[in-house]
């Protein structure tokens, strides 16, 4: 079945500092991926589109010059969140959608920021 | 998308069935309804889907109100290894690759031995 991975599954960085996660399709591919964001006890919010090829497309709330989303191929998605405060820390979630349209999850990267 | 309207919690004992509801009294004709459970720490991972027919597969059944206004995800014989959030979602289904699902609270379910 389609898989989506996420590297790495967990950080911890240093306030201020920055931090790359990708997320791949491996056995398809994906022209849009989407990026969510989940804090404990709170259900999964999404805060980007990415597009292969294009600029993102932010949810209202997010700020686009902090979390940097880069589709360079049809595989793989990269969200680099930039000056990284404790407030950042968080699960953050990607998927991508089939060419059935089914949602395919990543297993999700838990960023610690000090 | 249908908002849906599902029950913060629910207990279930191991081995017996666990019946989860879900209201979208708001559905249209072209989406369907769609079921993730997002085991702690982990992705969402999909169980099911369907648009006015009932479904089974090898994890649930899903069985979709004549009206569709509701739908019940039915896990034959839980265990302790079902235990997780589990999300009803509502979304225009087929091969529109850019359709993302909004999620909301969920049923966070608890199989107990």
């Known amino acids: 079945g389609a898989v989506v991975s996420q590297h790495p599954s967990w950080v911890i960085c240093k306030s201020g500092t920055s931090v790359k996660i990708e997320c791949r399709s491996l056995d398809f591919q994906a022209t849009t991926m989407f990026w969510y964001r989940q804090f404990p006890k709170q259900s999964l919010m999404l805060m980007a589109t990415?597009?292969?090829?294009?600029?993102?497309?932010?949810e209202q709330g997010v700020e686009k010059d902090k979390f940097l989303i880069n589709h360079a191929s049809l595989t793989l998605s990269t969200l680099t969140v930039t000056s990284a405060h404790p407030e950042d820390s968080s699960f953050y979630i990607c998927?991508?959608?089939?060419?059935?349209?089914?949602?395919?999850f990543g297993p999700g990267t838990r960023l610690t920021v000090l | 998308d249908a908002k849906t309207t599902q029950p913060p919690s629910m207990d279930c004992a191991e081995g017996r069935a666990a019946n989860l509801p879900c209201n979208h009294s708001?559905?249209?004709?072209?989406?369907?309804v769609y079921w993730y459970r997002q085991i702690h720490s982990q992705g969402p991972q999909y169980i099911i889907h369907?648009?006015?027919n009932n479904e089974t597969n090898e994890m649930a059944s899903l069985i979709i109100t004549e009206d569709r206004k509701s739908s019940t995800l039915i896990l034959p014989h839980a265990t302790l290894r079902d235990t997780a959030v589990y999300y009803c979602?509502?979304?225009?289904?087929?091969?529109?690759?850019?359709?993302?699902?909004?999620f909301g609270g969920g049923t966070r379910l608890m199989v107990k031995p």
């Open positions: 998927s991508a959608n089939t060419l059935r349209g089914l949602a395919v």
């Open positions: 990415s597009n292969e090829g294009s600029k993102a497309t932010y």
């Open positions: 979602i509502v979304r225009v289904g087929g091969g529109n690759a850019g359709n993302m699902l909004t």
């Open positions: 369907g648009l006015k």
């Open positions: 708001t559905i249209s004709g072209n989406e369907y």
